[in-house]
Structures are given as C-alpha cells and as structure tokens.
C-alpha cells in the first residue's frame, strides 16, 4: 500500500461540534490529526467535498478553534450491531493562523506526553 500523506498523523482525540447541512448540528470526536486534515466517525453519510464547519474544543482553553473542512473521503463502517457508522477524512480548508499554531501545540504535547509514557 502506497502512503499518500504529507504529514505526520497525531493519535490524539479531541471533542468537536460539527455543523453540515442545513444549519445541523452535532457533537463529535476527531482524532488521527494531522497540520491539514483529521478522522471524524460520523453518523451521517457525506458526499466527498461536502463542506462542514468544525468547532473544535481544546483541552485547558475555553475558546474554541473554529475549521472549514471539506470531506476527502468516506468509508462505512459497523461499529455494533446494526449501529452504522462513517469513517470520515476531512481536509482544513480553512483555519485562523493563530488558531492553527493553538491547534498544533496541543496535538504536540499530547504527542510528547505519549513518547515520555514510552
């Protein structure tokens, strides 16, 4: 298998509100994020480059980031017993250079913290 991505992917998970559609909200985790894209397990199916909205909440920071992603790819998945779920890869379409270096540093020391434990 040939390995497409650019970046270093963080095994870190992340509480995110995610809004697609029209104006529909929910919660969600991220995870498998990297500097231009991460991994939602969605309960909806999305069209790949379907645009959502992630408000995404840092650990120790009240303010969230705010990110525009567009959907890169989709795969379905069964999580239990007739309980559907979507692998969802999303790509940063759109983030804040200040919110992206908050973005970054937190996914860092969760990945330093990691390596120590090691």
């Known amino acids: 298998m040939i390995e497409r991505r650019r970046f270093v992917r963080f095994d870190t998970i992340m509480n995110a509100i995610c809004e697609f559609g029209r104006g529909i909200k929910r919660t969600y985790e991220i995870s498998n994020i990297s500097k231009e894209g ?3 397990l969605l309960d909806t199916p999305l069209s790949q480059g379907s645009e959502l909205n992630l408000s995404v909440d840092v650990p120790g920071d ?3 980031i705010f990110v525009s992603c567009s959907v ?11 309980k559907k779920v979507y692998e969802t890869g999303v790509k940063f379409t759109k983030i804040d250079s200040f919110d ?17 434990r090691t």
């Open 38 to 40: 991460a991994l939602l």
């Open 62 to 64: 009240n303010v969230p």
């Open 72 to 82: 890169a790819w989709q795969k379905e998945s069964i999580m239990e017993p007739k």
């Open 100 to 116: 992206k270096g908050r973005f970054l540093e937190y996914i860092y020391s969760q990945w330093l913290k990691l390596l120590e």
